[in-house]
């Protein structure tokens, strides 16, 4: 599994993290979004297989017993897992994968596979941080609470992470990763097979 490039992006809940990475993928339509397995309900407009697999409860146990997935977590109550088959297949055919997943998920992506960007997302600060959690509206202020306390305990685990992006303003924090991801697709290491080609040929 040497070929293939993947980021990853976590971020706080409300951060905007998903329109960043929407228009990752609108501007660089190769790369490929790891589609994560959830037990939590689709929210209005989500599509099963495109934003999730959205599976219940007992097949997520199920699949958790049988080892299919890289890593997985329970998240406000909910369960969402990344499928190791899935990352493998598209990882060995040299595709460029996206993973939206939160820091835990990320720390044991990063301890297995041992490689991959980590990019995380930031709000331009923590007071407007909890106004857009209060400003989305599908959420009761008991989960808006929750969400702002677990967004507290993700900050701390910023230190591990390649890269860091302010969500000032959407076009350029999307800028920020198109930048992340085509400085990763221009690394030597990366290029090595075509290096070699150019090389033997005259
Ligand atoms: P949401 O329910 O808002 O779509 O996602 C909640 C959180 O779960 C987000 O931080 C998202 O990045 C994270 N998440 C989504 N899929 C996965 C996954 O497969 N693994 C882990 N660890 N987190 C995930």
């Not at 109550?77 to 996206?98: F, H, P, Q, R, W």
């Not at 923590?126 to 993700?154: D, M």
């Amino acid at each position: 599994m040497d070929k293939g490039i993947f980021i990853v992006v976590s971020a706080p809940s409300g951060t905007g993290k998903s329109s960043i990475c929407q228009r990752l993928l609108q501007v660089c339509p190769e790369i490929k979004f790891s589609i994560s397995y959830t037990t939590r309900v689709p929210r209005p407009g989500e599509v099963d297989g495109k934003d999730y697999f959205f599976i219940s409860r007992e097949e997520f146990q199920e699949r958790i017993e049988r080892g299919e997935f890289a890593e997985w977590t329970e998240n406000y109550g909910n369960l969402y897992g990344t499928s190791i088959k899935a990352m493998k297949d598209l990882l060995a055919k040299g595709e460029a994968v996206l993973l939206d997943i939160e820091p835990r998920g990320a720390k044991k992506i990063k301890q297995q596979f041992r490689r991959g960007i980590f990019v995380f997302v930031l709000p331009p600060s923590r007071a407007e941080l909890l106004k857009r959690l209060e400003e989305r509206g599908h959420e009761t202020p008991a989960v808006i609470r929750a969400r702002y306390a677990q967004a507290e305990s993700e900050l701390k685990e910023i230190s591990w992470y390649d890269y860091v992006i302010f969500n000032d303003n959407l076009e350029t924090a999307a800028k920020q990763l198109i930048s992340i991801y085509i400085a990763q697709r221009c690394k030597r290491n990366h290029l090595q097979a075509k290096i070699k080609q150019f090389m033997n040929k005259k």
